[in-house]
């Protein structure tokens, strides 16, 4: 499962299969996000996943007026979708178990399919804009 959140709408966009998420993935997600035809620039927010770096993926962003940006590494709490994550594993994985993957994955889509409806105000408030940020930090050397 690979997806795209919007910042400010929180509309989710996703590619699932059944296999392995790889560039072909990520490709197919930027055709997604290009077919909404958006009228603001869009910048998608990507983890250092090498496949995420293909040059595949890279031009195809490109061509279709993506911006890719990459955060550091070791940092999911900067990413929406890493947020979102953690909610459908807290809803859907902890301590359940199902008896086979298209239970699983039917669970999955459930929950994902009610980010608007059921879980939209516990949502509204863990895909917030609010970053903590510092005026003056300082760097302790290591």
Same mark, same amino acid.
């Given at each position: 499962?690979?997806?795209?959140?919007? /910042?400010?709408?929180?509309?989710?966009?996703?590619?699932?299969?059944?296999?392995?998420?790889?560039? /072909?993935?990520?490709?197919?997600?930027?055709?997604?996000?290009?077919?909404?035809?958006?009228?603001?620039?869009?910048?998608?927010?990507?983890?250092?996943?090498?496949?995420?770096?293909?040059?595949?993926?890279?031009?195809?962003?490109?061509?279709?007026?993506?911006?890719?940006?990459?955060?550091?590494?070791?940092?999911?709490?900067?990413?929406?979708?890493?947020?979102?994550?953690?909610?459908?594993?807290?809803?859907?994985?902890?301590?359940?178990?199902?008896?086979?993957?298209?239970?699983?994955?039917?669970?999955?889509?459930?929950?994902?399919?009610?980010?608007?409806?059921?879980?939209?105000?516990?949502?509204?408030?863990?895909?917030?804009?609010?970053?903590?940020?510092?005026?003056?930090?300082?760097?302790?050397?290591?």
């Amino acid at each position: 499962m690979l997806g795209a959140l919007n /910042a400010i709408t929180h509309e989710l966009i996703m590619v699932t299969n059944d296999s392995y998420i790889n560039a /072909a993935s990520v490709c197919e997600l930027l055709r997604l996000i290009a077919a909404l035809r958006l009228t603001v620039p869009i910048t998608l927010i990507l983890d250092n996943a090498r496949y995420q770096k293909y040059d595949l993926v890279r031009d195809l962003a490109a061509s279709l007026g993506i911006e890719l940006l990459y955060l550091p590494a070791y940092s999911p709490n900067l990413n929406l979708i890493e947020r979102l994550w953690k909610f459908v594993k807290k809803k859907c994985l902890y301590s359940i178990y199902y008896k086979d993957f298209e239970v699983f994955k039917h669970a999955l889509s459930t929950c994902l399919g009610h980010t608007h409806t059921t879980h939209k105000i516990a949502l509204d408030s863990l895909l917030s804009l609010r970053f903590q940020t510092f005026k003056h930090s300082q760097f302790v050397p290591l």
